[in-house]
């Protein structure tokens, strides 16, 4: 599979979720999402964290994300991830769109900070799918910009170019101030490449 594959799978799901399980179109993908679930999920079990259950799974979720997200601020990856993974399969299961989208996007972020980059990728370009779906016009640009950003480090400039040029213009109406950042990187990647 080639990686402009890759770029145009942001328009549909890397995964979806049916009867507790990951399923989809491409199944070396969906592999790859089950495997880091399951580990992720294996681990943050045998931790045996005390968890909110008896509120509901929608509050549990809420609680295991805001404590990834304090492990992934402190960089405690693992932690993270497990947590993460908790909140999505609590989300998928309440078909919580946004906050799945919001789960995937801190998953690529923790992949990314590990350089696992080829999952991070996967998790970036389902959120971009689903921020789009939504309507989420920020979420949709920051997830496309770094899913290019997974690109990149993965050595595919073009795919990266293509995933920025489409996210600045969004970033420009919806987030100025974050924009430069976006105009910053093209510049480079284009002089670097050759790319217009």
Not at 66 to 93: C, F, P, T, V
Not at 94 to 107: E, F, Q
């Amino acid at each position: 599979m080639t990686s402009q594959s890759n770029v145009n799978q942001v328009v549909k799901p890397v995964f979806g979720w049916s009867g507790g399980a990951f399923v989809g179109g491409n199944a070396e993908w969906v592999r790859k999402i089950r495997e880091d679930h399951q580990t992720s999920l294996q681990w943050f079990n045998a931790q045996n964290f005390p968890l909110p259950t008896g509120m509901g799974e929608a509050h549990a979720a809420e609680y295991c994300y805001d404590m990834a997200y304090k492990a992934e601020s402190a960089q405690i990856y693992r932690e993270a991830s497990g947590g993460y993974h908790w909140a999505l399969r609590a989300y998928l299961n309440t078909n919580n769109g946004k906050m799945v989208a919001m789960t995937c996007y801190r998953l690529g972020n923790v992949h990314g900070a590990q350089r696992n980059f080829a999952l991070a990728q996967l998790y970036f370009i389902h959120s971009a799918y689903l921020a789009n779906q939504l309507n989420d016009r920020k979420g949709y640009a920051l997830s496309l910009f770094y899913a290019g950003d997974t690109f990149e480090q993965l050595g595919q400039p073009v795919e990266t170019h293509q995933l920025w040029k489409e996210a600045l213009p969004i970033m420009r109406e919806v987030s100025p101030e974050d924009a430069s950042g976006i105009e910053k990187a093209l510049q480079r990647l284009e002089g670097e490449h050759n790319l217009h």
